[in-house]
């Protein structure tokens, strides 16, 4: 628990000497990190709790729903809340619980994969026109100007009509969306990296331009990196939930949160609010742990990342 | 200041005219053509035959080379003709001006509720920092930063519906035929997204008045005697104003987006009601021209803020 003490074992105690001195193993090193992170902010620890709760309902899913997410039961229909069914029925009788798991799974499997993959296009697009500037960045920046003149549901909403809907096109349209923002963080820090004296010092030994960006500046946007993709993650659940709920999302019948909600007031006289409140709520939270997380992230890594970042 | 507008202005042009071929490319290239996309959609209605497809393929101008048929588009575009639908026939031109006004008017006014609700709050939470003003501030805006606007909506709708039976209507009602018939339409929506802007708004006014704060005018200013509200509004509140109008136009963008979803929520026959049926349709032109539309007053309103900057800030005008 506590902190190895070199001067209470110096002297007589050889052997222990090496075992004080020696350099913390990477779990100890993370385990400081840990403890570090949940002094300065108990509400990103708290955050990525739910996340990583959440990542578990998702992967667990088969084994604790209790009903199958597309049976439908036609005996049940729109039930409220009862004994049986924790949190009712749809239109189709299909058990909302069992759907909100199932729907944690594509839900965050989807926006995961769209933050993963235009996070890392981003990332190395933002390195290498940083680094090699001239002709290259000025057409990058045009063309991620480009991309910034659409709403970003508005070019995921061509994307996907150029694509046809789908779980992959959907993870595709958002990711796309991702790229232009997280390009532009990197590459502005790839800038002013660029100028430091350490840069210059490697330069000088000789380092060639992959290592140097591998080893010596893409380092120093592993922070950034981190608060981006929390923050991202939050945009794209927003967005999924959002092209999902219009139906040209996520197709039906596997459910996304999105998806659940698509058409649940339509032609209902007595509007069944268990539909609207559980889906929702999962949007809600899980955004909120998702921008909890990376404020945390930012105040805990790099408080200068504030004005970039917000 | 007219060197500068005139500058601006300028820029906006490739802008433009990349917003066109991109738009132009996503629909075309991607996937082959328009209409072998409507073919390959499952679960489609109407299937054509070969012929049919050919003829339907040249009463579109889908034979014509990538260029004539761009170049085309854009004769159209200019001319002020924005196609028709493929399925019903009626002008997109028409649609766009019958749903248009709503769905700016919606937009527009969220910006005006936004304002109002969320630049007083930032100031007051600056001002009295880690006050339980300044902490509640916070919450909201944490709270609200993360609800779907759209969800929301919902909420409204069936909480009006199960306490009061009422529901805002579904039909298109202008303002000019009946005011008070109108406002319950756009009420909700102008509300939700408001509120969902407010948070953002409050939080960005709150960042940039404490750093405002923090300057040695400022202090100058109280240490001369100027009353608390003078030094807080006209010294750092003017001075702050500069990141709230870059993020307002910002998010304006999010705004245009969020409101297809809220439309939807509320039933509210606007443009983003429009979008999503072509989408849902395939309807090729009007999707094209749609997103055009969108992406075009994403454009001007960038190009408003930037303008802006230079009336509320003097210095930028000569960089």
Known sequence: MSEPRATANLGAAGPRLAEVVAPPSPGQRAGRTGRQFWRSSPVGIVSLLLLLGAMVIALLADRIAPYDPLAADFIAISQPPTAEHLLGTDQLGRDVLSRIMYGTRLTLLIAVAAVAIGDGIGFVWGLVAGYAGGKFDLISLRLLDLMMAFPALILAMLLLAGLGSGIVTVTIAIAVTRIPGTTRVVRAIVLSTKEMAFVDAARAIGVAPIRMLARHIAPQCVAPMLVLASLNLGTAIFAEAALSFLGVGTPPPAPTWGSMLGGVLAGAFRPPWWLVLAPGLAITITIMAANLLGDALRDFLDPRLRSQLQ | ?319
Do not use: C
């Open chain 2, 1 to 319: 200041m007219r060197v500068y507008i005139l500058r601006r202005l300028l820029l906006a042009i490739p802008t433009l005219f990349g917003v066109t071929v991109l738009i132009f490319l996503a629909m075309r290239v991607i996937p082959g053509d328009p209409l072998a996309m409507m073919e390959a959609s499952e679960g489609a209605t109407i299937v054509l035959s070969e012929a049919e497809l050919a003829t339907a393929r040249a009463s579109l101008g889908l034979d014509q080379p990538y260029h004539v048929q761009y170049l085309d588009w854009m004769g159209q575009v200019l001319r002020g003709d924005l196609g028709e639908s493929f399925w019903r026939g009626d002008k997109v031109r028409d649609l766009v001006l019958r749903r248009g006004p709503i769905t700016l008017e919606i937009a527009m006014m969220t910006v005006v509720v936004a304002w109002v609700i969320g630049i007083p709050i930032g100031i007051v939470s600056a001002v009295k920092q880690r006050s339980w003003l300044d902490y509640v501030t916070r919450l909201g805006v944490i709270l609200f930063l993360a609800v779907p606007s759209f969800w929301l909506g919902m909420l409204a709708i069936t909480g009006s519906v199960l306490a009061f039976s009422w529901r805002p209507p579904l039909d298109l009602v202008q303002i000019n035929e009946d005011p008070g018939r109108h406002l319950q339409i756009v009420a909700g929506p102008i509300l939700v997204l408001g509120i969902g802007l407010a948070a953002v708004i409050a939080r960005f006014t709150r960042s940039a008045m404490l750093e405002v704060l923090q300057d040695d005018f400022v202090r100058t200013a109280r240490a001369k005697g100027l009353s608390a509200s003078t030094v807080n509004l006209r010294h750092a509140l003017r001075n702050a104003l500069l990141p709230i109008i870059t993020v307002s136009g910002l998010a304006f963008g999010g705004l245009l987006g969020g409101s297809v979803a809220v439309e939807r929520a509320f039933g509210v026959p606007g443009l983003g009601a429009a979008l999503v049926l072509a989408l849902n349709e395939r309807d090729w032109m009007v999707i094209q021209n749609l997103v055009l539309l969108y992406g075009v007053i994403f454009v001007v309103v960038n190009l408003v803020v930037d303008i802006s900057y230079g009336l509320v800030d003097p210095r930028i005008r000569y960089q």
